[in-house]
């Protein structure tokens, strides 16, 4: 193929991706080494009371002639990711004018800041998360497929159809769902109080990080399935058919013959359910809001919307960013060397 051809055929996907990925990115670097501080301006108030008239001085934010806010910008390297991991304690160096304004009329108080527990915390939690979740999608996404494959063309559409409701549901939606199924006076609490047992799902931390969990497992579960399936009906005949005449068991045959045909598939699903893992975000603010338990993504959100800085949560961002890429160098190094090898 000519360069000319390829450049057309690959040009429009590479700008595409330049313009959806590349440039958000450099923009959220950008942002997260650079502080902008609103330019204050004294100005006197004359107040007339009974006993006659009172000045006094206060501060305004400056405008300029087309009457917007006036900022100064400077670069600041570093600071926001050292304020993100609790490296710095200093505020006042990278405080924002925003910030401060903000701070007023928030409706909910900042957090205390300055250690980086909540950073630690959250990394921690999204930690768990992601590699608490990720053997029970393989597992049970490998069960539901050969239970699927094996199964008759009659019942065949009836469970792909009803193992892939969970994924079609939004995030948003799914969470809301399990959350009215356990919360208090819910389907499940009052299942459980026939029995005697009686759990508020969400009143403790333990009981609402697990619900997160059956989340995750719940929503990525039909996604490995649909791959392990279709991979499934590429397994080779010929090499099944020469393991059943050598006398290889079923459970060898699978062993040997179908989990090496998958296992690309596998890790391909690794891949996705680590990037998607890692950026939880929906269960969190449905079925916590925060209070017990947080993800780095959350801690995003909060700091953008709550605390109005967003210099600080691009640091956060490009800090989930490095996250999703340290989790996901050693399997993409993996990759790398079996499509050498292979080719």
Excluded at 108 to 136: K, Q, V
Excluded at 143 to 171: C, D, E, H, M, Q
Excluded at 190 to 208: E, T
Excluded at 282 to 296: I, N, R, Y
Aim: hydrophobic share 50%; aromatic share 12%.
């Amino acid at each position: 193929m000519k360069a000319k051809t390829f450049l057309q055929f690959v040009g429009p996907s590479v700008a595409i991706m330049v313009l959806l990925l590349a440039a958000p990115l450099v923009i959220t670097f950008y942002l997260s080494v650079r502080n902008c501080t609103l330019v204050m301006e004294p100005v006197r108030i004359e107040e007339v009371t009974p006993f006659g008239k009172q000045e006094s001085w206060s501060q305004r934010v400056k405008l300029d002639e087309s009457g917007r806010a006036v900022e100064e910008c400077r670069f600041v390297g570093l600071d926001y990711y050292r304020r993100v991991l609790g490296l710095s304690t200093s505020e006042a160096s990278t405080s924002s004018g925003m910030e401060a304004v903000a701070a007023t009329t928030a409706a909910t108080p900042p957090r205390n800041e300055g250690h980086g527990d909540e950073f630690i915390d959250a990394l921690r939690f999204t930690m768990f998360y992601t590699f608490a979740t990720l053997p029970f999608v393989l597992v049970i996404g490998l069960l539901l497929a050969l239970g699927v494959n094996g199964a008759t063309k009659r019942l065949k559409g009836v469970f792909i159809t009803a193992s892939l409701l969970p994924f079609v549901i939004t995030p948003l939606i799914a969470a809301l769902s399990i959350k009215w199924l356990f919360r208090d006076g819910g389907l499940v609490p009052d299942l459980l109080a026939h029995f005697g047992i009686h759990v508020f799902w969400m009143a403790h931390a333990w009981s609402a990080r697990l619900l997160i969990i059956l989340y995750g497992i719940w929503q990525v579960v039909p996604f490995a399935f649909i791959i392990l399936y279709a991979g499934l009906q590429s397994v080779p005949v010929d090499a099944l058919e020469a393991a059943t005449i050598d006398g290889a068991s079923r459970l060898q045959k699978f062993r040997y013959v179908t989990l090496p045909h998958l296992m690309p598939l596998i890790v391909f699903i690794t891949l996705i359910h680590v990037m998607d893992a890692y950026r939880v975000f929906e269960p969190v603010v449905v079925l916590t809001q925060g209070a017990f338990t947080t993800s780095v993504q959350y801690l995003t959100y909060y700091t953008l919307l709550v605390e109005r800085n967003p210099f600080k949560a691009s640091a956060s961002a490009m800090l989930t960013l490095v996250g999703i890429l340290v989790l996901l160098t050693p399997l993409l190094v993996r990759t790398w060397r079996e499509q050498r090898r292979v080719f």
